[in-house]
């Protein structure tokens, strides 16, 4: 049966099905090879069950709460902040793009949309500077990952709620990991920059210029902190929180700052409901094929595979790690994260890992699928921005791909990097 499954896969994705299609047409395919009866009421009924989770509403809440924020104007505010802070280094947008990536990570939990965001802003203004196009549109794909790794994260909640591990642990084992990845791209953005002689700040920002920019940038910056305060103090659940955000959002937009209207919020609503729409066909289309694959034993075979090469904890999450890394070349990471993660998350937890530790794992090693070829969804919006080809970036990016992947290799090998917030919050002991 897995390699049926498999070989229709496959046909199926070669022939350009989509893969929120593929995934549904390979489990119905394989419930029929298998004889079920009333598969065509069992279909629909997993169908509904994949996105049946009371937690998975914390994610269209979530992108909402981003798309106004986005219309509001918080983009601008946090890219002058950024640059106030970095602007007078060497590559100094370079590094700006870096950590407005960091700072946007706290308002949507989404990549492209970072990219985006940020790299219709920053990509023209870092060509315009004399920075190369290429290693301009290479360092708004290449920090966008940043975005689902520190919280919110739309794929940490997925991942959460399909693998039962708390949100909340997720969610403060991914801050500490996220920054780290901000530094290793950071640094690297610092040597590439010394090397090609991009463009250096005319000076130093003063005390003045820092605290205007941090105070317009202030209401953007307290969401991520009224989000995890109030999922930590026990106040609101993770899903509650994203409807806090949204809330939040609408009254800086109405109220504050002015400049939304509900004209303005029927396209936005209609946006996150395109975008969750996609996102949700893919995990209830996974839920069928994750259910043919569990009545399969598929995860214990792949498990009992694994541990027939080698009973060495190292090696069997080196193997993880290579599959993960090849598997999200190709699939959506949100298809990808649901079909492997009840998979590798029980084999993860018996070599010894702890199951927030691999959370994080699998969550950057799936987000840094984002920014490689050939199907990455970042390098896609950085080219169509920038003009650039796929085959052109892909050549800048590369280093990039690199230190990120140190970075995962690092945060694998050190569990106390993802684990540290957790325990000093009692979440881990």
């Not at 219309?71 to 946090?78: E, Q, S, V, W, Y």
């Not at 004399?130 to 991942?159: E, H, L, Q, R």
Request: glycine share 8%.
């Amino acid at each position: 049966m897995t390699g049926f499954i498999s070989i229709t896969f496959l046909i199926l994705i070669a022939v350009g099905m989509p893969i929120g299609f593929v995934l549904g047409v390979s489990g119905l395919a394989a419930m029929l090879k298998m004889e079920l009866p009333s598969v065509l009421q069992l279909v629909p009924q997993r169908y509904f069950a994949g996105v049946d989770m009371f937690t998975l509403m914390a994610m269209p809440f979530f992108i909402l709460a981003g798309e106004i924020m986005n219309k509001t104007g918080i983009t601008t505010r946090l890219v002058k902040f950024s640059n106030v802070l970095v602007g007078h280094l060497q590559g100094g947008l370079a590094h700006a793009n870096i950590l407005a990536s960091v700072f946007f990570a706290g308002i949507t939990g989404a990549a492209v949309s970072d990219t985006a965001a940020i790299g219709s802003m920053l990509i023209p203004a870092m060509v315009d500077e004399g920075y190369d196009k290429d290693f301009s549109a290479a360092v708004t794909a290449s920090s966008s990952i940043i975005g689902p790794t520190i919280p919110p994260s739309n794929i940490m909640v997925i991942y959460g709620a399909f693998m039962q591990v708390s949100i909340a642990g997720l969610f403060l084992a991914g801050i500490v990991p996220g920054l780290l990845v901000a530094v290793a791209l950071m640094i690297l953005t610092a040597r590439i920059s010394k090397k090609r002689g991009y463009p250096v700040g005319e000076r130093r920002a003063t005390f003045r210029e820092i605290a205007v920019a941090f105070r317009e940038a202030l209401v953007a910056l307290l969401m991520p902190a009224i989000i995890l305060g109030g999922i930590l103090s026990g106040i609101f659940t993770p899903t509650e929180a994203a409807a806090v955000a949204v809330a939040y959002s609408m009254i800086l937009g109405f109220f504050v700052y002015r400049n939304l209207t509900l004209r303005d919020m029927w396209f936005i609503f209609m946006k996150m409901a395109r975008t969750t729409g996609v996102v949700f066909l893919v995990i209830a289309a996974a839920s069928i094929l994750g259910w043919v694959l569990t009545i399969e034993q598929i995860p214990e075979k792949v498990a009992a595979l694994m541990l027939s090469v080698s009973t060495n904890k190292w090696v069997v999450m080196g193997m993880i790690l290579l599959l993960l890394l090849f598997i999200g070349m190709f699939m959506d990471i949100a298809a990808a994260l649901i079909i492997l993660g009840p998979i590798l998350h029980p084999l993860a937890v018996k070599i010894g890992f702890h199951p927030l530790h691999f959370g994080i794992i699998m969550v950057l090693a799936l987000n840094i699928a984002l920014m490689t070829p050939p199907v990455g969804a970042c390098l896609f919006v950085a080219c169509g921005i920038s003009k650039l080809t796929i085959e052109q970036l892909s050549r800048e990016i590369f280093p990039f791909i690199l230190v990120v992947v140190a970075v995962l290799l690092l945060i694998t090998v050190v569990p106390e990097i993802p684990l540290f917030l957790p325990r000093l919050m009692g979440m881990v002991h």
